[in-house]
Nanobody, 125 residues
């Protein structure tokens, strides 16, 4: 069992920045690729970013490329998502996710083994 806890959400104006953090604990979190998804009201949960536990491989959704950066701190067992140039359409609940299939497959919901509880991000126009 891997336990994921997100933090760092909040309210920000368009063009601003937020940093989300996900703390992983439990059974060998280093065996899992990590990532972030988001879900806006009335919409399906969608992939945002993924990273291998080593931090050497990353993937991003086209909608966030160049604005969001995912990173890991293996010593702390955390995965962060730095979000810059935020837009109102980035408003959603952001979920941390873990997959034992690797960072490439983490973008697919069916390969997620564990989810965090979610943290709200609201971007005002």
């Amino acid at each position: 069992q891997v336990h994921l806890v997100e933090s760092g959400g909040g309210l920000v104006q368009a063009g601003g920045s937020l940093r989300l953090s996900c703390a992983a604990s439990g059974r060998t979190p280093s065996s899992y690729a990590m990532g972030w998804f988001r879900q806006a009201p009335g919409k399906e949960r969608e992939f945002v970013a993924a990273i291998s536990w080593s931090g050497s491989i990353t993937y991003y959704a086209d909608s966030v490329k160049g604005r969001f950066t995912i990173s890991t701190d293996n010593a702390k067992n955390t995965v962060d998502l730095q979000m810059n140039s935020l837009k109102p359409e980035d408003t959603a609940i952001y979920y941390c996710a873990a997959s034992n299939r690797g960072s490439y497959y983490l973008s697919r919901l069916q390969y997620i083994n564990y989810w965090g509880q979610g943290t709200q991000v609201t971007v005002s126009s």
